[in-house]
């Protein structure tokens, strides 16, 4: 018993020697760490405010389209039941009046589906 102990404190004297120190190696630069500087947080805050802009204006703009959507298919409606009633006679210039605003609607509700503004 007394070998072995021997050998393993003769063991632990081997593992006290100490290894040269690695030097610290980083994956990351220490300017990746900082954070970052004034002009770069008002940018980063001037993104975010236009973000928040581009999603109220859309979120208006969607409101719009479906008001205008269905005032559109009122007015048809009412067009075609009032056109249904004439039959084979000339149309009057107030129902001709009634199809062009009709038609002006259905091209801004158009232009207001494909409109974009710049979200970035």
Do not use: C, Y
């Amino acid at each position: 018993m007394v070998i072995v102990g021997g050998a393993v404190n003769a063991g632990e004297g081997q593992n006290s020697i100490s290894l040269p120190s690695r030097p610290k190696i980083t994956l990351l630069s220490p300017e990746a760490n900082n954070p970052p500087d004034a002009n770069a947080q008002m940018l980063m805050r001037q993104n975010q405010w236009k973000k928040e802009d581009f999603e109220a204006i859309n979120t208006l703009r969607k409101k719009e389209m479906g008001d205008d959507s269905t005032k559109l298919l009122i007015l048809a409606a009412d067009l075609n039941a009032k056109l249904a009633k004439l039959g084979k006679n000339p149309v009057p210039k107030n129902l001709l009046r009634e199809a062009e605003v009709i038609e002006l609607l259905a091209h801004d509700v158009h232009a207001k589906m494909i409109l974009t503004i710049g979200g970035n």
